[in-house]
């Protein structure tokens, strides 16, 4: 079985469709990668563990899987939309844990009574 009819079978045995699989996966790869190499999200290198995955998944469908010449452009706009949906929410998680990790583990104010 090739990357492509795992994907195929990831797809057809959760219902989920590919670009919440992507989503999915990202955070999957970041979080995965920070536990392994036991650095916080605030690092780039989880981050970019991501990248390398989002990039070299889709070299692999670009190389493996012909589009039709007529749909070259619809394919390459798929290709950059796929990597849009893997990266904003590491991204997003590389910003806040790197800017701002009081977001993620302020204490809650004490109330006055």
Do not use: C
């Not at 469709?17 to 992507?22: A, F, G, Q």
């Not at 670009?62 to 990597?83: C, G, M």
């Amino acid at each position: 079985m090739d990357w492509y009819e795992i994907k195929n079978w990831l797809e057809l045995s959760t219902g989920l469709p590919r670009d919440s699989l992507h989503i999915y996966a990202g955070i999957g790869v970041q979080l995965f990668v920070a536990l392994v190499s036991r650095r916080s999200l605030a690092s780039t290198v989880p981050w970019l563990f991501v990248v390398f995955a989002a990039f070299a998944n889709e070299f692999y469908d670009y190389s493996v899987v012909q589009a039709p010449q007529n749909r070259e452009a619809t394919y390459f706009a798929e290709s950059i939309s796929d990597i849009w949906n893997t990266l904003l929410l590491p991204t997003l998680f590389l910003v806040i844990a790197r800017f701002w990790p009081n977001w993620l583990t302020a204490k809650p104010k004490k109330r006055k009574n």
